[in-house]
């Protein structure tokens, strides 16, 4: 079974600073993927970006990064230079590569609030 | 380029009325997934097709949920009849299983409010 661990039920930050989001993960499938999803509240959800357990180098898309730490099983997101419109709930998720490994597995997520 | 299309936006139903949730996948994504959102939770699969197959269900109600895929492009989802526990965010998704880690992209969700 995977499982997502989101600590974080809010998270405030001053608008143009950096921000890390948390995430821990849980599985015994030896290969899988890590995404994380904003979802503001229109409700779409928004893939940001995905870290492959064999990837070497941490991935990076504009202002997101993801600081994966294999051996703490951890897939923390940092966004640089928050803006406004980064206030939203961020999802971490999960694919294995088992059955059913097109599932993605949900964290409960965390709200992130930028302060002009 | 199209997202994923979903409606109605919003639904309100007293609790033993069937309903109907319709999704639109972005064009060329064979895989169409259907999840429940829960408030404060993240979402969770209720239903995958590849193509017009339903290949893992295995977490849909089907006492009162049903589902279909027809040609292998629109989907809709069925609640007969609907609960108070029903009451959530439906979101349908999509991907192209290809290459690549096959992101899933996401609708605006149907939230349904049952009294």
């Known amino acids: 079974a995977q499982k997502i661990t989101q600590t974080q039920p809010g998270m405030f930050v001053q608008e143009k600073e950096a921000v890390t989001l948390d995430c821990t993960y849980d599985?015994?499938?030896?290969?899988?993927?890590l995404f994380w999803y904003k979802q503001p509240s229109s409700g779409e959800m928004i893939f940001l970006i995905y870290?492959?357990?064999?990837?070497?180098q941490n991935a990076t898309e504009g202002r997101y990064s993801l600081n994966f730490q294999k051996a703490r099983k951890s897939a923390n997101l940092v966004i640089s230079a928050s803006q406004l419109g980064d206030s939203a709930m961020y999802f971490c998720?999960?694919?294995?590569?088992?059955?059913?490994?097109?599932?993605?597995?949900f964290g409960k997520g965390t709200k992130l609030s930028v302060i002009p | 380029e199209a997202g994923v299309v979903q409606s109605p936006r919003y639904k309100i139903i007293e609790k033993k009325q069937p309903v109907a949730f319709w999704c639109n996948p972005i064009?060329?994504?064979?895989?169409l997934y259907w999840y429940l959102q829960n408030l404060g939770q993240g979402p969770e699969l209720l239903i995958r097709?590849?193509?017009?197959?339903?290949?893992?269900d295995s977490q849909l109600p089907k006492d009162r949920f049903s589902a279909e895929r027809l040609k292998g492009v629109d989907s809709t989802l069925k609640i007969q009849p609907a609960e108070l526990g029903d009451s959530a965010v439906y979101l349908c998704?999509?991907?192209?299983?290809?290459?690549?880690?096959?992101?899933?992209?996401f609708g605006p969700g149907t939230r349904l409010t049952v009294t």
């Open positions: 998704a999509s991907s192209f299983d290809g290459a690549g880690p096959d992101e899933q992209y």
């Open positions: 599985t015994s499938d030896p290969s899988y993927g």
């Open positions: 870290q492959g357990s064999y990837d070497q």
């Open positions: 998720a999960m694919r294995g590569s088992g059955a059913g490994s097109y599932q993605l597995t």
């Open positions: 064009s060329g994504h064979n895989t």
């Open positions: 097709y590849e193509n017009e197959e339903a290949v893992d």
